[in-house]
């Protein structure tokens, strides 16, 4: 019933809508009323037959899994599904119920700081989406592109963060690939970006990353040029993106990539950077520097020694340590060791002047050749035989143009999991069948039309069973059935009973149940309605045996708890005393009086005829209770609820029995006993 009522989403059409709600209503009944469709949970026992479900319920059938939480079987049916040439007409939804699955799956992960995986289930939904032009215009897809450009930044961390591993080579490089196209757009002063926290963010990416790959990122030497002009607007903009921290963790990369691969050309870069910072932070890094110029032969030894004396405020005593030595230790632990690809590298200068020199570094021409064309890494597969089952035209090209750089370096390489169409898709129509997926849920083949206009007839002559019953409780007759004895009962609050009526020929036959019940509770004249307040306090006087309103002494409150667990008492009773087994005796446990009566003469019909209901009580919510207690201490509640009830007649056991389902709104008049308990004294069935 949670599920009947709730809203579906945004984007389904109308008819994957009323599958929908036509399997809801179809299993329902099956579930209550055909044991072998539902087994016992407490007894263990499995279904013995399971529904099948026709293409046209397929789309109804997707969206209820996945409003219950069953994604990963609602991509497992979908892709299945969408290889069948008979799905060409229900791709919109299919495709819907597979792309807010993906959606469901990437919030369990981001709930579970499983950033990047959450990530991917994004870009395999919007690809869903982009897949088929009526989904293209869904605020699902905006919602979700910007969800992607939102979480970018810390995919990108977390991928970078992964071991370096080969199995996680890729992911790292889509990463790494990530982070540059980030850096460009933070870089450049017209394009938007959802980095908040530069200098934290670039921290925490440069401390997951290898010299080598800070190296490869840019063409830092030459965005330390244009740093040291400060009154131009890009740097103005470049620090607050990279701050002084960040370039000096590139300046020591450079250092470190240079000095272990034996590349003179990194180490000159590295002297350009350096040179850089100094103009443009006012800061010193002479140290820095002087390593440099000595790598690049260009002064000696001693000039180094110097300014790590002057950096350490040695005394006069060091002089006598030797400058080689002192800056091969200072080389181990503030440069190589920062690195993980430089961190075992042996820091002796010696090795590094006997070696033979690299070729210039090639790196930095992978970082200037992606600023051109970024992504070549493919974002979804070319869809072929979806062109002929959809109609359209999706390219590769179309589905990854609607990312974002940074976010299509992040996507998964290939998403054609995601997507899965017939490799043969026939054109024009077919004499075969059409394909029948399975539940685990019952097994009926349907036939909507016939079904729809047989239920309508159906309900039609039968929706009276259960209403009608209520209706009883509030029949009385001033003659025979009373209240009290009190000649003060008036037209507007009595019921008019035929006495001649004989439930005999009501059970007869079974052909002509619906109708002969009808043709019984028709003889029931319906009561003048008055005002909710003036009937409940005049009903619940004549229950207690008072003779007006005013006897009543004073009025509280029953707590709704109370109320709830009396209603359900008597739903259970009832359901025993007119079901299989007749517990009629049951019934004078919780009513009294009239309701006694009325139910004690329905329920023996039923037994003497072998007929009896199926009762479930699916929904109860009570609106009112409340306390009357007149000036001798009688006491009586009203209680006002909303009941939802489906229920079955039942005739013949070997054959399908009328069923019903309904929400009514119920006033019940209780009167307090001796014992102190409750009992029934009245209903009023009034319009919901």
Same mark, same amino acid.
């Given at each position: 019933m949670h599920l009947k009522n709730a809203d579906v989403e945004e984007g389904y059409t109308m008819d994957a809508v009323i599958s929908r709600q036509n399997l809801l209503m179809d299993v329902r009944d099956k579930l209550l009323f055909e044991p072998e469709y539902a087994g016992n949970v407490k007894d263990k026992v499995m279904p013995r037959s399971s529904i099948r479900i026709s293409w046209a319920w397929l789309p109804g059938a997707l969206c209820l899994l996945q409003e219950v939480g069953e994604e990963k079987l609602v991509l497992d049916i979908g892709r299945r599904a969408l290889k069948h040439p008979?799905?060409?007409?229900?791709?919109?939804?299919?495709?819907?119920?597979?792309?807010?699955?993906?959606?469901?799956?990437?919030?369990?992960?981001?709930?579970?700081?499983?950033?990047?995986?959450?990530?991917?289930?994004?870009?395999?939904?919007?690809?869903?989406?982009?897949?088929?032009?009526?989904?293209?215009?869904?605020?699902?897809?905006?919602?979700?592109?910007?969800?992607?450009?939102?979480?970018?930044?810390?995919?990108?961390?977390?991928?970078?963060?992964?071991?370096?591993?080969?199995?996680?080579?890729?992911?790292?490089?889509?990463?790494?690939?990530?982070?540059?196209?980030?850096?460009?757009?933070?870089l450049d002063v017209e394009s938007p970006c959802q980095v908040q926290d530069w200098p934290c963010f670039l921290n925490q990416a440069f401390s997951r990353l290898m010299a080598s790959e800070i190296v490869e990122l840019l063409q830092w030497d030459n965005l330390a040029l244009t740093r040291k002009n400060k009154k131009s607007l890009e740097s103005q903009n470049q620090r607050v993106v990279i701050d002084f921290n960040g370039f000096y963790v590139i300046l020591m990369a450079h250092i470190a990539l240079g000095f272990s691969s034996k590349q003179p050309d990194l180490i000159n870069r590295a002297k350009v950077i350096c040179e850089c910072l100094i103009a443009s932070e006012g800061v010193n890094l002479k140290l820095e520097e002087a390593f440099c110029l000595v790598l690049l032969e260009q002064v000696d030894e001693a000039s180094v020694a110097e300014r790590l004396k002057q950096l350490q405020n040695c005394n006069a005593s060091s002089s006598e340590v030797n400058p080689i030595k002192e800056m091969e230790t200072w080389l181990k632990d503030a440069v190589l060791s920062l690195f993980p690809d430089t961190r075992d590298c042996s820091p002796s200068l010696a090795n590094f002047f006997r070696g033979e020199k690299q070729t210039p570094y090639k790196g930095n021409k992978r970082a200037s050749q992606t600023s051109s064309h970024v992504n070549h890494r493919p974002i979804a597969p070319a869809f072929s035989h979806a062109q002929r089952a959809l109609g359209e035209t999706v390219q590769r090209a179309?589905?990854?143009?609607?990312?974002?750089?940074?976010?299509?370096?992040?996507?998964?390489?290939?998403?054609?999991?995601?997507?899965?169409?017939?490799?043969?898709?026939?054109?024009?129509?077919?004499?075969?069948p059409s394909l029948q997926l399975k539940r685990n849920l019952g097994a009926r083949q349907h036939e909507i039309l016939s079904n729809v206009i047989l239920k309508i007839t159906v309900v039609a002559c039968l929706g009276c069973i259960l209403f009608v019953?209520?209706?009883?409780?509030?029949?009385?007759?001033?003659?025979?059935?009373?209240?009290?004895?009190?000649?003060?009962?008036?037209?507007?609050?009595?019921?008019?009973?035929?006495?001649?009526?004989?439930?005999?020929?009501?059970?007869?036959?079974?052909?002509?149940?619906?109708?002969?019940?009808?043709?019984?509770?028709?003889?029931?004249?319906?009561?003048?309605?008055? %005002?909710?307040?003036? &009937?409940?306090?005049?009903?619940?006087? $004549?229950?207690? !045996?008072?003779?007006?309103?005013? /006897?009543v002494a004073y009025?509280?409150?029953?707590?709704?708890?109370?109320?709830?667990?009396?209603?359900?008492?008597?739903?259970?009773?009832?359901?025993?005393?007119?079901?299989?087994?007749?517990?009629?005796?049951?019934?004078?446990?919780?009513?009294?009086?009239?309701?006694?009566?009325?139910?004690k003469g329905l329920a023996d019909a039923a037994k003497e005829k072998s007929c009896f209901w199926r009762i479930v009580l699916l929904q109860l919510s009570v609106l009112r209770a409340d306390i009357l207690t007149d000036e001798t201490g009688n006491e009586i509640a009203e209680i006002e609820a909303l009941l939802e009830e489906a229920a079955e007649l039942v005739e013949d056991p070997y054959?399908?029995?009328?069923?019903?389902? %309904?929400?009514?709104? &119920?006033?019940?008049?209780?009167?307090? $006993?001796?014992? !102190?308990?409750?009992?029934?004294? /009245?209903?009023?069935?009034?319009?919901?």
């Open positions: 008979d799905s060409k007409h229900y791709i919109h939804d299919l495709l819907l119920s597979m792309a807010l699955a993906e959606c469901a799956i990437a919030k369990h992960c981001f709930e579970k700081n499983n950033i990047s995986q959450g990530f991917e289930a994004l870009a395999r939904a919007q690809c869903l989406l982009r897949s088929n032009v009526s989904l293209g215009k869904l605020t699902l897809l905006s919602q979700i592109e910007e969800s992607l450009e939102e979480f970018a930044p810390a995919c990108t961390l977390e991928l970078l963060g992964m071991p370096h591993r080969p199995e996680n080579a890729e992911r790292r490089s889509g990463a790494i690939s990530a982070l540059r196209e980030l850096l460009r757009q933070g179309d589905l990854s143009k609607h990312l974002g750089p940074a976010v299509k370096q992040l996507a998964p390489t290939s998403l054609q999991d995601s997507v899965v169409i017939a490799d043969k898709v026939e054109s024009g129509t077919n004499g075969g019953s209520f209706k009883i409780m509030s029949i009385g007759n001033r003659t025979r059935l009373r209240l009290s004895s009190s000649p003060r009962m008036t037209n507007s609050t009595s019921w008019i009973l035929d006495g001649s009526q004989d439930l005999r020929p009501r059970w007869a036959k079974r052909s002509i149940v619906p109708i002969k019940l009808k043709k019984l509770f028709s003889n029931f004249g319906l009561r003048v309605k008055q %005002s909710k307040e003036d &009937i409940g306090l005049v009903n619940g006087c $004549q229950a207690a !045996g008072l003779s007006s309103p005013a /006897e009025k509280m409150a029953m707590s709704s708890e109370e109320a709830e667990s009396l209603v359900k008492k008597w739903q259970s009773i009832k359901a025993e005393a007119v079901g299989p087994d007749h517990h009629i005796d049951l019934l004078s446990n919780v009513l009294d009086e009239t309701m006694l009566i009325q139910w054959h399908t029995n009328p069923n019903y389902y %309904s929400s009514y709104k &119920i006033h019940y008049i209780l009167k307090r $006993q001796e014992d !102190g308990g409750w009992r029934f004294c /009245e209903g009023h069935v009034e319009t919901p």
